[in-house]
Each structure stands twice: as C-alpha cells, then as structure tokens.
C-alpha cells in the first residue's frame, strides 16, 4: 500500500509541476538556492529521524533477540532508506556529503563484500566479527579505520553493513537473505556480532548527523551555497545529471544487467533494491521542481531549476518534464524483486528502458543548464 500511495504521488506531483513550470514565472536564483538549501536540511532531517527509528529497534532487538524483533528492525532499515535515498541527489560536487572529508563512504558505501564483515556461504570464521586476534575490540573508531582498508569493497560500516548484519547473504531466488535471529544469541561470536551492529548504527547516525548540520540555518556551508549564484546553480544541475546518468543508470544498473548478478545489485541482501532506484529518482526530481514530500507528509516547496530554465526556455523544461514521467513510469515497470528481473534476463526490457531514460534525462538537464549559460559535466569523476 506504502508504495502504491507513492507512486501515485509521484504520478500526480511530476504532471502537476508540469503544468504549473509551463505558466509564465519570473524567479531569482538566490530564491531557487534557497528552496534547494531548505529541501536538503529537510530530506536530512528526515533521514537522521528515521535511522533514530532504527537505532531503537535494532537496540530493542538486541536487548531481547528475537525472530519478531529482527523482523521489526529490518522494516525499519527499509523505512529509513527511503528518505536517504533521496538525497543521493544533492551529492557529487564536493558538498558535505562527499567532499575530501565527507563522511559518504562511512554512510552509503557499496558494493560491499560481506565476508569482510561476517561468516559467509562456505567460510564459517570470515569477517571482522570471527577475527578476535585482529579485532580485538569492535568501536567506532575500529570499524572506521577498517573501511575500505585494503579494498574499495572492504566496507565496515554504513547501510548496507547493517543490511549484512540484519539479513545476510541472499542466496536465495524467492525471498532475501534469512538470517536468523540466534546469531545474536547461541551462534559463535554473537555477542561480537551484537555490538559490531551497535556501533555501526551508532555510527551511521553520527555520520548523517554530520551532514545534516552542516546544511542546518544560518550555518556558513548553507550560507555560502545561496550566495553562489552560478557557481552553486552547476553544482545543483551537476547532482542530479551526474546521480542520473553515470551512477544511478550506470553504476547501480548497467553493471548489474550486463553481468546478471545479484551481488552488484544495490540493496543485494535485503531485495529493496527497485525501492532505492525509484528513491534516488524521486531525489532527481525533487532538486529538478523544487519539491520534497516529508515523512510526515509535508511539503517543502518552492522556487526551482524547473521555473530557471522555462523563463529561457520553455520546450527544453517541458522535455525535462516529460523524461520525468517517462523515466518513473519505466521504474514501476521493473519487476519486484529487482534480481529476479535479472535472472529472468530483462523481461520486457524494464531495466534497459529505465537506464536509456535516465540517460536521456541527465542529457537534458545538462541541455537545460546550457540555456542559463551554465555548462555542467555530468559524468563521474
């Protein structure tokens, strides 16, 4: 029900905002940054909130284990990506999610080699958590120098280590991963494996935590970025171009068809992978009309890239806004769960179609940055 309710927004949302961006508006780019810099703090704000949910759920679960308690934090991890997934949009040129310094890596770092972290299929004593000798204490700042150390794939923290952690391993065609509930109760290394989950928890909200106050009122990174004019204009168009184009139609699905694998699919153990597609889409549009949907069901709205360039240029909006829908009606198009489209080999060709959409989009939105004399490269660095 969630997701057809959303989907119905979005239906609605993307043909109401265009048949509003075609009207006549004159509008500042200082009053399109503004809404673009109260949209981030909000869609923040809301992941902070909902991974909080998580972090009592999962500390529920592991004060008292349980097959209902582990069933209650994996809904909530599915809860709490669907605001962060949006904000994969505001990411790619050196804001605070992803500059030098950024906590990204900490946060939404993928693809992830599970035997790193924990047993796997084949090998009972893999992983940080089997590894006293090494790993004799399991802290924040273990599992943070242990990221990526030695492998770009040797991921210790973030979601998708707590997805590992919640699921395990997907090895099966008809459902996610099963874990069980007893790896946090009579199985080896439990009580390691109960704080790993902890600490990583923890430490995720501390890392969006960082990231949200930076984009928090009256602070000087929220400050500057509205007083960008241009500068900051690019860096909008080259978020969502870039999310579009190189890791959302390229990363996160070229290389998943091409190989026909479920391991470089995005959300591998938990299935919610079409879910996180459909959610760094929405973020897409979002910065595009200026509009996000809060958890609560508010709505932050206001002055947009959409009313920017139909001032120059109103074909080219109307192209933009026509690729929108089309790229969301091909989404909901893609079977459920996302691996089983590609064992079946693309049925329909779904996920082909959606990745020539999102191309195609993210060619538009540099066009339409050109029409405000703005060149954007769109491709990952």
């Not at 503004?34 to 679960?61: G, M, P, R």
């Not at 709490?80 to 997934?85: A, C, D, L, V």
Request: overall charge negative; charged content about 25%; proline content about 3%.
């Amino acid at each position: 029900m969630k997701k057809a309710l959303l989907s119905l927004f979005l239906i609605a949302a993307v043909f109401s905002c265009k048949e509003d961006d075609l009207e006549p508006t004159q509008v500042s780019k200082t009053e399109v940054l503004t809404t673009y810099a109260e949209i981030v703090y909000a869609n923040y704000e809301d992941a902070v909130s909902t991974a909080k949910v998580l972090q009592t759920a999962i500390n529920d679960f592991l004060a008292a284990p349980s097959e209902e308690g582990l069933i209650k934090a994996r809904q909530a991890w599915i809860d709490s990506r669907n605001p962060y997934g949006q904000t994969e949009a505001f990411r790619f040129y050196g804001g605070p999610i992803d500059s030098e310094d950024g906590p990204e890596g900490l946060i939404n770092g993928w693809p992830l080699d599970e035997s790193y972290i924990d047993y796997v299929e084949g090998n009972a004593n893999s992983g940080i958590i089997n590894d006293a000798v090494s790993y004799p204490v399991i802290d924040a700042q273990t599992l943070i120098d242990a990221n990526e150390n030695g492998s770009e794939t040797n991921l210790s923290t973030g979601y998708h280590a707590i997805e590992f952690l919640l699921w395990g391993q997907d090895l099966y065609e008809d459902s996610p991963g099963k874990r069980a509930y007893t790896d946090y109760t009579t199985a080896p290394n439990a009580a390691r494996r109960a704080e790993y989950l902890k600490v990583v928890t923890d430490l995720l909200i501390e890392n969006l935590t960082e990231v949200m106050d930076a984009w928090a009122p009256s602070t000087a990174y929220r400050a500057s970025f509205i007083a960008g004019g241009d500068e900051s204009i690019a860096k909008m168009f080259r978020g969502i171009g870039a999310l579009s184009k190189g890791e959302l139609a390229g990363e996160r699905m070229t290389v998943a068809l091409a190989n026909k694998d479920q391991e470089d699919e995005h959300s591998c153990f938990s299935d919610n992978t079409k879910a996180d597609i459909e959610m760094n889409f929405r973020g897409i549009r979002n910065v595009y009309v200026g509009a996000y949907e809060r958890v609560d069901g508010s709505q932050v709205t206001g002055a947009s890239l959409a009313d920017l360039v139909n001032e120059k240029d109103l074909v080219k909006n109307e192209t933009i806004l026509n690729l929108l829908s089309a790229t969301f009606g091909s989404i909901i198009g893609i079977p459920q769960p996302f691996d089983s489209a590609l064992r079946a080999g693309d049925p329909g060709k779904k996920i082909e179609n959606t990745i020539i959409n999102l191309r195609n989009l993210s060619d538009a939105i540099v066009d339409g940055a050109l029409q405000l004399g703005i060149q954007v490269n769109a491709e990952l660095d």
